[in-house]
């Protein structure tokens, strides 16, 4: 395994109710964004456009609006003190992933994932007590994704990668994918799993629903084709962290349990091992928003298995991180600290006391 231990030391200087508050989901963008398009001679790639100290608009070069954005999305010192504000110790940044560019050429796509993680090992240098780094790699090319991972975990020190809930149009048990997976298994490299490019027209385009509802749905259906697909029985060190509290599976595992076992031919075509006996063996975030959800879906997944993420720095993640744990009346101290610190490090494969 080629990882990284990062030491902690405390710059808000005041007594906390936990040891460590690392937060695992976040993400953030290089201050400034090559011209792609010019580069590869066709376009569909992000810019940021009407960049100010403060904000930003990240734009699709044919001059489709995606978001706007604050300076905490790129600059590392406002992170910091957004942190210092929130009392967290620690950052994992990713990017966003609107950034994988799957559906770009494989070599302009790995041109892409370098460019973001090799800034984003930069950031992780500048403040190595502060921040971690998870990469990304092109996954629709899965032989040149297993050497970026490779780059990313023994060249550069990341801490894993992040990938999206499907590729183009394969899911993530397709068996072109299996290059990644056996790459990802011999490094034990932790991966987070992320829903992207989600439905967004038709039914979808009213209500902010390709991230209310699109997003868990993506989400569920990449835990469920990676159980019922075999892909944790084919690999079973895999580490795997799914987004946003896994979307809906927590809540509609007994329907696909159910299915599973009353439809073989079609769910169980592929591993003979039912979704639940896989429960365990996987990790999810706590970013549900709500402290009732956040208490079943650790009843559900395992309190050793929920790991503190927020979605920082966008209007849809925790803006008080860590607060459905921290005033979760339905969790001992024990808990809340596995919640809080515990699980991210045993999921990243670190010491705890190397952050302390």
């Known amino acids: ?186 490094l034990k490299a932790p991966v987070l799993i992320h829903p992207w490019d989600m439905e967004q027209g038709g039914r979808y385009k009213d209500y902010w629903a390709p991230w209310l509802v699109g997003m868990p749905a993506e989400t569920t259906l990449a835990i469920m084709t990676i159980l019922m697909g075999g892909v944790l029985e084919r690999h079973p060190d895999l580490r795997l962290c799914f987004a946003h509290g896994g979307g809906t599976f927590a809540f509609t595992l007994g329907r696909i349990e159910h299915g599973y076992n009353a439809r073989p031919d079609l769910c169980a075509t592929k591993c003979k091992k039912s979704p639940r006996s896989f429960v365990g063996k996987f990790w999810v975030d706590t970013a549900v928003h709500d402290n009732d959800a956040l208490a079943y879906l650790v009843s559900v997944i395992g309190q050793d298995k929920v790991i503190l993420g927020s979605d920082y720095p966008f209007p849809l993640g925790e803006q008080n991180v860590g607060e459905c744990v921290e005033t979760n009346t339905k969790f001992t101290s024990d808990i809340k600290d596995k919640l809080m610190a515990k699980n991210c490090v045993e999921f990243l494969g670190i010491k705890e006391e190397d952050f302390i």
Request: contains cysteine; hydrophobic residues 40%.
């Open 1 to 186: 395994m080629c990882n990284q231990t990062i030491p902690y030391t405390d710059p808000a200087k005041k007594a906390k109710l936990y040891s460590l508050k690392i937060d695992f989901h976040t993400h953030i963008l290089p201050e400034t964004i090559p011209d792609f398009k010019k580069e590869f001679g066709y376009g569909g790639f992000i810019t940021l456009k009407n960049k100010t100290k403060e904000k930003a608009d990240m734009v699709r070069d044919d001059g489709h609006f995606f978001r706007a954005i604050d300076t905490n999305c790129w600059s590392p010192e406002a992170r910091l003190a957004d942190m210092n504000r929130l009392g967290v110790n620690v950052q994992v940044l990713s990017t966003v992933p609107v950034m994988f560019s799957y559906w770009a050429k494989p070599n302009d796509a790995l041109r892409v994932a370098q460019f973001l993680n090799d800034d984003i090992a930069a950031t992780c240098a500048k403040y190595p007590k502060r921040f971690l780094g998870i990469g990304s790699v092109p996954l629709q090319e899965p032989s040149l994704a297993a050497e970026e991972l490779k780059r990313c975990m023994c060249t550069l020190k990341l801490a894993g990668v992040q990938i999206g809930s499907h590729v183009n149009e394969w899911n993530l048990d397709a068996p072109e994918l299996e290059p990644f997976w056996k790459m990802a298994e011999e």
